[in-house]
Structures are given as structure tokens and as C-alpha cells.
């Protein structure tokens, strides 16, 4: 029997690759020397695609397979993707963030009792000696009993509400939509930053969430504030995020994303107030399988016509007419 032709801008963790190298004739465009010439000549046979959210899905790419009718992404993010094309080509979108949700709200805690109780400067002061010469560290604050804003409240952003309920802290969110939970909503992000000790960015990125943490909102969270970013880069004011760092108008940021990645602005880094992780809230072995699984476990629902497991809704993302 022929195997279904299958596309891939992203290679998969390696037992996920034995599957579908068994399941499908795979065209590997992300080992071609000339991905343009590829995709023309093999991308007309493919009716799925398997990529990851940091590789860009243009239109003009999508027009060179006229047949695809899913696009299986082993990532929770997706904001490279020309999501409109998808929609109006009835293509289906699947995405990750089942598999990843639990280690991303993880990180968002790390971030944050990392940067409450100084972490990263306490390991550095144990190290250098400077605790024998100086005597004990200085004191930080405490979590328990302080409020937390989540922004964001989808699979990632309520992981992070249960955990956060554990260690004692309040909880109110921002979310575009209205929901039902035990949680308080605030309707407004300024106000809810006025309101919390720290706040969490759990939205997903792309253009409608471009700049929505603003300087003001920022600003609101005043000196002794915490801003914590799981997100994407893009979601932060960036330039307001380090000027109000360096002036202590904020204090502090616990950062797993940023504007430009790998090469993190060195004017953030270089701040004493600011914890860094390498964009690697899911980078655990299990989630990382997890997640590619996914992407197998997506492809055979379609091959098989049955309903996809972590299906994208687009509408959700599209603006539409009007909007
Ligand atoms: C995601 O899944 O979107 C994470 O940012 C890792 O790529």
C-alpha cells in the first residue's frame, strides 16, 4: 500500500520520527538545500504538513500544496503561521499545549518563587564565598498570601491558577473572553496589574496580543511588583519593560521569552533585577516526546477521518468581517 505523502518543516523527537517515517513517504523540507525548489516539487502530493510554531508558514508556501488539509504543529504557539490562508483553505490546525501545559505552568512558578526569594543571587552567594565574608543574605519577600494576575486564562494560565492556589497566593485573571471559574475576573489589564503583587503572562502571541502588557500596565505594577513572562516575547512593551527595571518603577521580571531569541536583549540582561530562562518552559524529555506524539497521534486521526485530538479553532484567531 502507499504511504500518504507527509511534509515536514521541523524534524520530531526521535521515536515520533520512527513513526511516522514508518506511516508516511516524509519530504523533509527542513533538510533541503533549496526549500523553495522542494516544496515545488514535492509539496503538490503532500495532504499534511508537520512543523513547529518557530518556523514560518507563509501563504505563498501553502499555495505549493493545493491538497494539504492539516497541519500537525508540535508547539502550544503558532504565530509564524498565516493563519488566515489556513481558515479560508479549510485547512485544520493542531497544536500542543495539552502536552505541555503542566511544564509551562511549572516554569511560571519557578520564575516566580525564583525571583521572590532571590534564587539566582543566592546560589551566586553561597559560590563566591561572599556568605562567609558578609554574613547572611539579605532578606526577600514572602509568597504566601500575596495576589497573583494571571493573564490569560486557557489550558497554560489555569495550570498556573491550581498551582499558584497551593502556595497560598490570591487569584485574579484577565482573559479576552468571559469564563466561569472559581477566580475573580477583572475586565481591565491596567486594573488588574494595580490590583496584584505579580503578574503572569499566559496569552498566546501573534499580532492581537502584540504590546497588550503596555507601559501602563507595566507602570501599575509598581516598584515592589513582579512581572513573570511564559508567553512570547512580543506580548511586552519591551523598551518600557527594561526602562521601567532600570529606574525600579518595576521590581523585577522573571522572563522565559523575549522580543528577539536567541540573542536576548543585552540591556535586559544586563539588569541585577530580572531572573532569565531560555525559552525552555517545556523543555522537559517527557513533554518533548509528549508533544511530538501528538503531532503522530493528530496525523493518524486524519489519515483515519476520525476527530482530530487538540484541534486549533481559527475562528478564534481570524478576525473576521467586521471585527
Ligand atoms: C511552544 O510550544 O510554543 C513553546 O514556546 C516551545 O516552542
Known sequence: MTKPDLMMLHDLRPRAMVQVEA??????????????????????ACRALATNGHVPLTREMLTAMPKLGIVACA????EGFDLAALA?????????????????????????????????????????GEWVREGMYPLQRRVAGTRLGIVGLGTIGQ???????????????????AKTTPWRQVADLVTLARECDHLVVALAGGPATRGIISREVIEALGPEGLLVNVSRGSTVDQEALIEALAAGRLGHAGLDVFEEEPTAEPRLVAL?????????????????????QLVVDNL???????????????????PRAGD
Not at 523540507?29 to 526549500?35: F, Y
Not at 508547539?75 to 503558532?78: E, I, N, P, R, W
Not at 509551562?104 to 543566592?122: E, F, P, Y
Open 23 to 44: 506511516a508516511y513517504t516524509v519530504h523533509r523540507w527542513d533538510r533541503a538545500d533549496d526549500p523553495a525548489a522542494f516544496l515545488a516539487a514535492h509539496g503538490a
Open 272 to 292: 541585577r533585577n530580572v531572573t532569565l530562562y531560555p525559552h525552555h518552559a517545556s523543555g522537559t524529555v517527557e513533554t518533548r516526546d509528549a508533544m511530538a
Open 75 to 78: 508547539s502550544a504557539g503558532f
Open 159 to 177: 495550570a498556573i491558577a491550581r498551582r499558584a492556589e497551593v502556595f497560598g497566593l490570591q487569584i485574579a485573571f484577565w482573559n479576552r473572553s
Open 300 to 318: 493518524a486521526a486524519f489519515f483515519a477521518g476520525r476527530p482530530l485530538l487538540t484541534p486549533v479553532d481559527l475562528a478564534g484567531y481570524v
Open 88 to 128: 479560508e483553505r479549510g485547512i485544520a490546525l493542531t497544536n500542543t499545549s495539552a502536552a505541555l501545559c503542566d511544564d509551562v505552568a511549572d516554569t511560571a512558578i519557578l520564575l516566580l518563587l525564583a525571583a521572590r526569594r532571590g534564587l539566582v543571587g543566592a546560589d551566586a552567594y553561597v559560590r563566591s
